[in-house]
Each structure stands twice: as C-alpha cells, then as structure tokens.
C-alpha cells in the first residue's frame, strides 16, 4: 500500500521511478498510478457491474487511450479469456477473476507491477496458473514485479526476496552455499 502510494507513510522516504511519492498530493499521486504501476489485489476488485473487457478497459479509458476496448480485448486473449469478455465478474471462476485483475493491471503496460499476494485467493491449481501467467507477462512487458506472498515457492522464483518480520527488515538468512 505504501510502496503504490495508496497509504501515506508515517515517516521517512518512498521513491520509485526517480520521484518522491512521499512528497506528492493525492492528485499526482493518481497521476504516477496511472502512468507507471499497475496492482494486482489479492481480492481481484473488479468492478461488479462492468463485464471483463469493460474492467480491463476502465484505466486504459481513464488514461486517454482512445484504444481502450482493442487493447482490452488483446490482454483478455493474451491471459486466455477472450471468450469471457462479455462476462460479469459473478459469472467467472476465482481463477478468472484474478486473470482479468491482471489483465487490468498489465493492459497500461506499467512500469512497475505491484501484486499482493496474488493467489491468495486462489486453490492451487489456478494459484499455479496465475503465477505461471504473471511471470511470463512481467517478462514480456519488460515490468518490474513487486510481490508481497506468503508461499516460499513463489518467492523462489523472484531475483530478489526481502523478509520481514513483525513490520521489520528480517536479517537476511544464509543460503546453503554461504555456510559451506
């Protein structure tokens, strides 16, 4: 929530892409949103009246983007659901729900991509799914990935994982190769 300005920090710095979101007001704050990140909540927040194409559609609309439906569309295809773009979310799995959630967040193509605990939502077998598809669209989008997850076999396939521990920076563990 910090790190995407959606809560003010108490004390100290946040900087992402060169500026000080500590120091920006609620308007520029929505500005740097829009323009460079995009989140992936664990609870989807999809827009219950909006089809899939409309909730992938909305920030692209809210941008400018007179390509909004047409890009929407390409990114439902591209997380493999296309044939539900005319869809409510009540009539989606949880599965696809957090497939167009990412869908949303990777269609502005962002700079940074912030998901937390994206398949805490989710049974395994989609969980798996979901992480499979977020780490091939971060890698083709070229996105930085910021993760919050509780599931160590998620972190592992992060190039960096901080711990923490009760709100603190967690004193990084030896890995087997540094103990021998």
């Known amino acids: 929530m910090l790190m995407g300005g959606l809560e003010l920090a108490t004390g100290g710095k946040i900087a992402a ?32 009246t909006m089809t899939a194409l409309e909730n992938v559609a909305t920030p692209l609309e809210l941008a400018g983007r007179r390509d909004a439906f047409e890009v929407a569309m390409a990114e ?7 044939h539900r773009a005319g869809h409510f979310p009540a009539q989606l799995s949880g599965g696809e729900q957090q497939r167009v959630a990412l869908a949303r967040a990777l269609a502005p193509r962002p700079a940074i991509l912030l998901a937390d605990e994206p398949t805490g939502n989710l049974d395994e077998a989609n969980g798996a799914a979901v ?3 977020l780490f091939g ?16 076999e998620l972190a592992a396939r992060c190039d960096r994982v901080i711990r923490l521990r009760d709100g ?6 030896a890995t087997t190769e540094a103990a021998e």
């Open 17 to 48: 892409l060169g500026q000080d979101l500590t120091a920006m007001n609620e308007d520029a704050l929505a500005r740097f949103r829009r323009d460079h990140m995009g989140v992936v909540f664990q609870s989807f927040h999809l827009i219950p």
């Open 76 to 82: 439902l295809d591209a997380v493999g659901l296309g």
């Open 131 to 133: 992480m499979d598809l």
């Open 137 to 152: 669209l971060r890698d083709r989008s070229g996105a930085t990935l910021i993760m919050v997850t509780h599931a160590p």
């Open 168 to 173: 603190r920076l967690a004193e990084p563990q």
